[in-house]
């Protein structure tokens, strides 16, 4: 699904204008990722958990020259769904 289809699915599902429904899930998708940025932890009943997840920094080898390279620190985001998610 893209974001134009998703964006009508929420507008018929909620009788309510396209333009609207653009609004409310582009002020939704900034909410989550000002709150990740943040470092929060977002829960969502029924569907499931968004969080940060740190990673230091690393050295790996790169396989194909054998050269050594440094990976710098990243803020990965990890989502756990609902069980009822998993159980269908």
Avoid: C, W, Y
């Amino acid at each position: 699904m893209n974001k134009n289809a998703f964006h009508t699915e929420i507008a018929t599902s909620l009788s309510i204008e396209p333009e609207e429904a653009d609004k409310m899930a582009s002020g939704l998708v900034e909410i989550i990722r000002d709150r990740m940025i943040s470092g929060d932890s977002i829960a969502i009943p029924g569907f499931g958990q968004f969080d940060t997840v740190s990673r230091q920094e690393q050295i790996v080898t790169d396989l194909s020259t054998g050269k050594r390279l440094m990976l710098p620190p990243v803020i990965e985001v990890v989502f756990t769904p609902a069980t009822a998610i998993i159980k269908k």
